[in-house]
């Protein structure tokens, strides 16, 4: 504990540039994802290989990807932007999956009643597909925003200051507090998250509380632990 | 009026659903499609907005040939309301019901004062209005259904099996409330249904199908019921057992009606008496 008081300017600054780090990978994930998952969705003859090629990208190494990119794209190695490209990379590759299960689990029914109502192809998805994808693409951001906040703490090993140089340091200097406070703080970060877009989802999504909302919520949860971080 | 004149549908993997259908629906009226599951009725009524387009013949609305319309336009004056009613899970009551009228560019206040009215006609209590779908009951769902149907104020009315879904009280409820409706508004009505007391009930006219969109015999319900066409008609309408094969049996001076499992009906009144 002495150590924590003695730190808490360290700990704190540590904490706020892991959170900043953590959420550009999400947010740019999201984005990339939800377009390249309706693609997947919307022609069968691209599913296979666009679902096959981004999750193979979450196959790669963390260590490998943040070592390969900085050649590849023409930065510096040390630079934060490699962890946010990298981090980006492995949000698109779990999040592509969930926006097209997503996609796919709006109910037949309704999308038939939209069709005969007179909503056009575009029309459609944004009144009627995107919204009732809503609750599963939310869940599986969560899954995504529990990922990246644990992976960043890789990022120290090409020199990002985060939480993961808590690790690092207590490591080498053998200082349990130290690796103790890491570890926390990084869950805290990670259940801080997890509530605010738990708390987003039902803002935006008000239809899902409520008894029936419940159940949606369930199947979403469902479908994203099947398909959690290896 | 609605003309269909040797249509088929042949769906991408070869099945044949529809085949050489030919029928007028005419206007202000009821036609009842009654039969059983896979007889193609679905597929009939969705031929009419375009949800299904026809790949053989022509269907056409006041002599105007459905194909040559903009299936968007079309299905934008149409009404359809479907087996478990459809609703958008996402919007609340008064929005499902005038989602089509917004679509068709008519401002919210001027909407949602239809929906309130809509709710009126079909028998919704207004202070449903701001709930969502699943905060609704199966019963309450339907007429969701049928108002947003309503919505556009179409001409035509598709309703696929609209009542198939909720308990029988209800369901007898929902067709009282169809069929005084239909009296005031008088809409060219497509209704599907597989149950021929329904059939027989909205009907002013019944066109019994077997498979592949056959018509096996077409009538108001009392000629089916008086001249069931073949051996199928008969057994479909269950002409020669249970409830439907009527007869008079004299008790305490009176003549009683009695069903074919010999239970109790009725008692046959003069028609004098009666009035
Ligand atoms: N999209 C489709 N592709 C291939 N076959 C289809 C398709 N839609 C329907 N069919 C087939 O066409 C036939 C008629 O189907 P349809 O849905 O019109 O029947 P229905 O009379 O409405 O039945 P139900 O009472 O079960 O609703 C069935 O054999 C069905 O399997
Ligand atoms: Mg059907």
Same mark, same amino acid.
């Given at each position: 504990m002495n150590w924590v008081a003695a730190n808490l300017d360290l700990i704190v600054e540590l904490t706020l540039t892991h959170a900043r780090l953590s959420l550009l990978p999400i947010l740019i994930g999201f984005v990339i994802a939800v377009p390249l998952g309706a693609f997947a969705w919307r022609f069968r003859w691209?599913?296979?290989?666009?679902?096959?090629?981004?999750?193979?990208?979450?196959?790669?190494?963390?260590?490998?990807?943040?070592?390969?990119?900085?050649?590849?794209i023409g930065i510096s190695f040390l630079s934060e932007l490699n962890v946010t490209i990298a981090l980006s990379i492995y949000a698109v590759a779990l999040m592509t999956r969930s926006a097209t299960e997503a996609l796919e689990s709006v109910d037949p029914d309704v999308r038939g009643a939209a069709a005969a109502m007179g909503y056009s192809g575009w029309g459609r998805f944004w009144a009627v597909d995107l919204p009732l994808a809503g609750p599963v693409l939310l869940a599986g951001l969560r899954v995504v925003s529990v990922s990246t906040v644990s992976l960043v703490t890789v990022g120290v090993l090409v020199g990002s200051r985060n939480l993961g140089y808590l690790f690092l340091n207590g490591l080498q200097r053998g200082i349990v507090a130290e690796i103790a406070t890491g570890i926390v703080m990084t869950v805290v970060i990670a259940v801080v998250f997890d509530l605010?877009?738990?708390?987003?989802?039902?803002?935006?999504?008000?239809?899902?509380?409520?008894?029936?909302?419940?159940?949606?919520?369930?199947?979403?949860?469902?479908?994203?632990?099947?398909?959690?971080p290896a | 009026m609605i003309e269909f004149r040797g249509v088929g549908k042949r769906f991408a993997d070869g099945t044949d659903a529809v085949i050489d259908f030919s029928l007028v629906m005419p206007s202000h009226q009821v036609t009842v499609l009654v039969g059983s599951s896979g007889s193609g009725k679905t597929t009939i009524l969705r031929m009419i907005n375009r949800m299904v387009d026809a790949t053989e013949g022509e269907v056409e609305i006041d002599g105007e040939n459905v194909a040559t319309l903009e299936p968007v336009q079309l299905r934008r004056r149409i009404g359809y309301v479907m087996q478990s009613a459809g609703l958008l899970p996402h919007r609340r009551v008064l929005d499902n019901i005038t989602t089509v009228p917004r679509l068709n560019g008519m401002g919210?206040?001027?909407?949602?004062?239809?929906?309130?009215?809509?709710?009126?006609?079909?028998?919704?209590?207004?202070?449903?209005?701001?709930?969502?779908?699943?905060?609704?009951?199966?019963?309450?769902?339907?007429?969701?259904?049928?108002?947003? #149907?309503?919505? !556009?104020?179409?001409?035509?009315?598709?309703? &696929? +099996?609209? $009542?198939?879904?909720? @308990?029988?009280? %209800?369901?007898?409820?929902?067709?009282?409330?169809?069929?005084?409706?239909?009296?005031?508004? #008088?809409?060219? !009505?497509?209704?599907?249904?597989?149950?021929? &007391? +329904?059939? $027989?009930?909205?009907? @002013?006219?019944? %066109?019994?199908?077997?498979?592949?969109?056959?018509?096996?015999?077409?009538?108001?319900?009392a000629e089916i019921l008086a001249n069931p066409a073949s051996d199928f008609v008969a057994d479909f309408i269950g002409a020669d057992r249970g409830r439907r094969s009527l007869r008079i049996v004299e008790q305490a001076g009176r003549r009683i009606v009695v069903d074919g499992d010999g239970r109790a009906a009725g008692v046959l009144t003069d028609d004098s008496a009666a009035r």
């Open positions: 691209a599913r296979g290989l666009t679902l096959t090629v981004v999750g193979l990208l979450y196959t790669i190494p963390s260590l490998a990807l943040f070592v390969l990119l900085p050649p590849i605010l877009l738990a708390l987003a989802g039902r803002l935006v999504m008000p239809w899902t509380r409520g008894a029936d909302g419940g159940r949606t919520r369930r199947a979403a949860r469902r479908i994203a632990l099947t398909e959690g | 919210r206040a001027t909407a949602d004062e239809l929906g309130l009215s809509l709710m009126d006609t079909v028998g919704l209590d207004r202070s449903l209005a701001r709930r969502y779908p699943h905060q609704l009951s199966g019963g309450q769902q339907q007429r969701v259904g049928v108002a947003r #149907g309503l919505a !556009v104020d179409p001409n035509i009315l598709l309703m &696929d +099996e609209p $009542f198939g879904a909720v @308990d029988p009280i %209800v369901r007898a409820d929902l067709q009282a409330e169809l069929m005084r409706l239909q009296r005031d508004i #008088g809409k060219t !009505v497509v209704f599907v249904t597989h149950d021929i &007391d +329904e059939a $027989f009930l909205l009907g @002013d006219q019944v %066109v019994i199908l077997a498979t592949g969109g056959v018509i096996a015999q077409k009538g108001t319900p």
